[in-house]
């Protein structure tokens, strides 16, 4: 089974659909100028610990890095994924500060 991740803008989601183009995940996303913010990982159940979720965090971030955007991982997934995934680190946000 081969799976392959394409961004859905219109939706605010890069897609993972496998060969016959069944929806295995999505990683949603808001954009606001140049900072992503990744908000959400799911992968279906059918799908679970065929590294889905893998391929879609790793398309995120290369899609983030190849349009220079500052990345800001809501998504507890991603930010786990990260964790493990230092090539990464200089484009992330680690820390925020709340508005009052």
Known sequence: MTIA???AP?????EARDDDGTLAGV???QVT???IAYTHT???PAYEGHGVGGLLARAAMEDAQAKQRL???IC???AAWLDEHHEYEKMVARSHRRVK
């Open 42 to 44: 799911k992968v279906e």
């Open 5 to 7: 991740v394409t961004d």
């Open 76 to 78: 507890p997934f991603l």
């Open 33 to 35: 100028g140049n900072v």
């Open 10 to 14: 219109e939706k605010s989601r890069f």
């Open 71 to 73: 990345v800001v991982p």
């Open 27 to 29: 990683i949603t996303y």
